[in-house]
C-alpha cells in the first residue's frame, strides 16, 4: 500500500466501508468500539511496560505486534468517526499542531518534572 496522509487514508477507509463494511455503524456504536480499542492498547501497554504481567510467554512476545494491530484498529475506528462526522482530519491536526506549538513552545522546556 502506499504512503497515506491522514486525508487520503479518510479516503481509504471510506472506500472500503463502501466496498466491504456495507455502511458505517452509528456514532455511538463506533465511539464505543474506540474506547474498546483503546483499552486493547492499554491492556498490552500496562503489561509491557508497567506492573501487570503477561499470562504466557506466548502472549509476551507476541506483545509488539499485537500492539501494532491494536493501535491500527484505533486509527482505523478514528478515521470511520472523522468520515462520518464531517471532519477532515488532516486539517484538524495541521491546525491542533500549529496551537500546541505557539501555546506549549517553552511550556515543556520549562517543566522541572520534563528534566533527566
Known sequence: ?????????????????????????????????????????????????????????EEEERAQDQLGEELADVLFVLLCLSNQLGVDLEEAFRRRMDKKTTRDRDRHRNNPKLRD
Open 1 to 57: 500500500m502506499e504512503d497515506l496522509g491522514l486525508r487520503r487514508a479518510q479516503q481509504v477507509v471510506d472506500r472500503w466501508i463502501k466496498e466491504v463494511g456495507v455502511r458505517y455503524f452509528h456514532p455511538v456504536t463506533n465511539t464505543a468500539i474506540l474506547a474498546e480499542e483503546v483499552g486493547e492498547v492499554a491492556h498490552i501497554v500496562v503489561r509491557k511496560w508497567g506492573e501487570q504481567s503477561f499470562k504466557t510467554a
